[in-house]
C-alpha cells in the first residue's frame, strides 16, 4: 500500500538509481503516471516529458477498452481482438475512433508541454513510468512508439502490477521495475491509500517544475 503517487515515485527512484550514469530521461503517462515520474526523474537528475497514450473505446461504452493509440512517426495501435470480437466492433468505427484519440493525443502534448518541443530520445535510456498497470495495452503502444526513435533501451517502471501484465511487458522492454506484483488484484487505486484523480493543471505544473529545477 502507497501513501500516495508521489511516495510511490520516491521509492521507484531510488529502485533505479543503478541508471544514473546513463543520463536517462523519463517519460510518465498522463495524468496520474507523471507524478509518480516527476519523483523519479528528480531522483535520479533527469528531464521528464510525457508520453501521451489513449484508450480506444468501444461503441457505446467509452470506458471498455478495445485497444490504445499513441503517435510517432508511425503511429502505434495496440488492439484487443477478443474484445472487439465480443463488442462487434466495425472496421469503420474503429478507424474514426482511432483519428480521434490519435487527435487528443496531439492536443494533450501541445497541452501539457506549453510550447516546449519533446525531449529527444534517440540513443538514450528511456525510463517509462506510470502509477500502476492492470492489463498493460495502454503502456505497450507508448513502447513500441518508442521503440521507433532508435533509443539505447527502455526501461518500464511501475509502483505496481500483477504478475501475469509484467511477464507479459517484459518481453517488450530491456528492464522492468516493480515494487509490487499482487496475485489478487482488482485496481490500480487499491494499493493507493490516496488516489484521487490528477488533473491536466498538476501534469503541467509537475513537468514545469522539474525542468525548471534542471
Known amino acids: 500500500m502507497f501513501k500516495n503517487r508521489q511516495e510511490a515515485g520516491r521509492q521507484l527512484g531510488q529502485r533505479l538509481l543503478h541508471l544514473i ?21 528528480l531522483a535520479l537528475g533527469a528531464p521528464l516529458d510525457v508520453l501521451v497514450v489513449r484508450k480506444l473505446g468501444a461503441p457505446h461504452q467509452p470506458e471498455l477498452a478495445i485497444g490504445a493509440v499513441t ?57 517509462v513510468v506510470d502509477d500502476g498497470i492492470a492489463t498493460g495495452a495502454t503502456v505497450r503502444a507508448g513502447i513500441r512508439s518508442l521503440r521507433q526513435t532508435n533509443v539505447k533501451q527502455i526501461v518500464l517502471a ?44 498538476a501534469v503541467i505544473a509537475a513537468l514545469e517544475r522539474s525542468n525548471a529545477a534542471r
Open 71 to 127: 503517435n510517432g512517426d508511425q503511429p502505434q495501435r495496440i488492439l484487443n481482438d477478443r474484445v472487439i470480437a465480443l463488442v462487434g466492433v466495425s472496421d469503420d468505427y474503429l478507424q474514426r475512433e482511432t483519428a480521434a484519440q490519435l487527435d487528443e493525443v496531439k492536443r494533450r502534448q501541445t497541452l501539457y508541454r506549453g510550447g516546449r518541443s519533446a525531449i529527444e530520445t534517440t540513443q538514450r535510456t528511456v525510463i
Open 21 to 41: 550514469d546513463e543520463r536517462p530521461v523519463v517519460l510518465g503517462l498522463p495524468r496520474g503516471g507523471v507524478v509518480v515520474a516527476a519523483e523519479v526523474a
Open 158 to 201: 511501475v509502483p505496481v502490477a500483477p504478475p501475469q501484465t509484467t511477464k507479459l511487458l517484459r518481453a517488450e522492454v530491456d528492464e522492468l521495475i516493480c515494487l509490487a506484483t499482487p496475485h489478487t488484484f482488482a485496481a490500480v487505486g487499491a494499493f493507493y491509500q490516496d488516489f484521487s484523480q490528477t488533473t491536466d493543471a
